[in-house]
Each structure stands twice: as structure tokens, then as C-alpha cells.
């Protein structure tokens, strides 16, 4: 079965500096990833997604995530953080049908 | 219209009472998909409709919960006999279907309580 493991619940970075938001999977067969950002009162946005190719994936507001497939991670990165990106942000993965998502991580980032 | 709509945005109920939430996909997705999600908790699937496929209910989590989802158009999710663990934002998602890489598109949820 399909898994995915957000480790930090919690993840506080202050303005301007970067910032990582750890993701891990397991699958059977090759994973589709993808992170989404929920905020306040708010459905999911989709942020960007890893299909194949380039292990590095560019995606909106500046977001880009890591594909590695030795530590099956696909950690979410941006160079600068802005306050307007403290969020709720949700990994997941697809092997089968459904997607299957992590339990969150909550960026707070503080002016 | 634009994008995935749901209603009621918000239901208080009290248990043992049946509730009904309605999804309204993006018009031409094929897929659709319901999750639940509970306060600090991740999204749980439900129950995924594909086409004319006859639907994955596996995330279904007891007999009190059904779907259903007439063609490629409007979804309703019913619990029956209400319990108060059902409290929780559902949220609706689709797709064009495409296979396994294609991206979810969310409505903003409907937030139910049961009191």
C-alpha cells in the first residue's frame, strides 16, 4: 500500500530565508508526488506534481520540490520565504487510484 | 462554473440524523473524489467515481456513508444516522482522468457537525 510521511508537524522559518518542508513515500511501482498548500478556510491549490524526468520540479508561488529516489523523498523548497506562504502544505502520492496524502505541515513564516 | 463547488459550505446536525452533501465538478472532469478531513488530521479518501466505472468505495468508512454520482456531473455524499466522529471538513476533488498524473482540483469543502 501507498504512504506518505510528513515528520514535522510544524515548521517555522523566518522571512527571506529558505525554507524546506520534509516529505518521504512508499509505493510499489513508480510514484506520482505532489504537494498542495491549503490556506486558512480554504480548499487544497495544487503546487506542483513530479511525474518523470527532471528530478527537480519548478511549480507556482516560487515552490520547487526534489524528486530523490534513493531516499524516496520529495522534500518542498523555495529560496526566499514570504509571509504570505504560511500554510497548511499536504505531500502525496499516487501509485494506485486515489491519492493518497500526508496528515500536513503547518509553515509559519515570520516577518 | 470555474471550479469544484460544494454545499452546504457548512452543516450542524444532531446525531443520528442524516445528512447530505452535494459536489459540483468541473465541468468535462471525468474523475471525481471525496476525502474527509478532521480537525489536525490529513485528507482520508473516500470513495472515487471514474466515467461510467462503477466506483472505488474502498475509503468508505462504515454503511452509514454512501455516494453517488449521475454520469460525469453532480455528486452527493450521505451519511446516514449521523455520529459525532462523522464532525469533519469533506471535500470534494476532481479531474480530467487522465491516468494517475493528472492534478486534483478541490472545492473549499463542506465543514460538518454533529452535535
Known amino acids: 500500500a501507498q504512504s506518505v510521511a510528513q515528520p514535522e508537524d510544524q515548521v517555522n522559518v523566518a522571512e527571506g530565508n529558505p525554507l524546506t518542508v520534509k516529505c518521504t513515500y512508499s509505493v510499489s511501482g513508480n510514484p506520482y508526488l505532489f504537494w498542495y498548500v491549503q490556506y486558512p478556510n480554504r480548499g487544497l491549490q495544487f503546487l506542483l506534481k513530479?511525474?518523470?524526468?527532471?528530478?527537480l520540479v519548478k511549480g507556482s508561488y516560487g515552490f520547487e520540490a526534489e524528486f530523490n529516489k534513493s531516499q524516496t523523498s520529495f522534500h518542498l523548497k523555495k529560496p526566499s520565504a514570504l509571509v504570505s506562504d504560511s500554510a497548511l502544505y499536504f505531500c502525496?502520492?499516487?501509485?494506485?487510484?486515489?491519492?493518497?496524502f500526508g496528515k500536513g505541515t503547518r509553515l509559519s513564516v515570520i516577518a | 462554473g470555474a471550479g469544484v463547488s460544494q454545499s452546504p459550505s457548512n452543516k450542524v446536525t444532531e446525531k443520528g440524523k442524516d445528512v447530505e452533501l452535494r459536489c459540483d465538478p468541473i465541468?468535462?472532469?471525468?474523475?471525481l473524489y471525496w476525502y474527509r478531513q478532521r480537525l489536525g488530521q490529513g485528507l482520508e479518501f473516500l470513495i472515487y467515481f471514474q466515467g461510467n466505472s462503477a466506483p472505488d468505495k474502498s475509503g468508505l468508512p462504515s454503511d452509514r456513508f454512501s455516494a453517488e454520482r449521475t454520469g460525469e456531473s453532480v455528486s452527493t455524499l450521505t451519511i446516514q444516522r449521523t455520529q459525532q466522529e462523522d464532525s469533519a471538513v469533506y471535500l470534494c476533488?476532481?479531474?480530467?482522468?487522465?491516468?494517475?498524473?493528472?492534478?486534483?482540483?478541490f472545492g473549499e469543502g463542506s465543514r460538518l457537525t454533529v452535535l
Open positions: 502525496a502520492v499516487r501509485g494506485g487510484t486515489p491519492l493518497v
Open positions: 476533488a476532481s479531474s480530467l482522468g487522465l491516468g494517475a498524473t493528472g492534478e486534483l482540483f
Open positions: 465541468s468535462g472532469h471525468t474523475a
Open positions: 513530479y511525474i518523470t524526468g527532471d528530478n
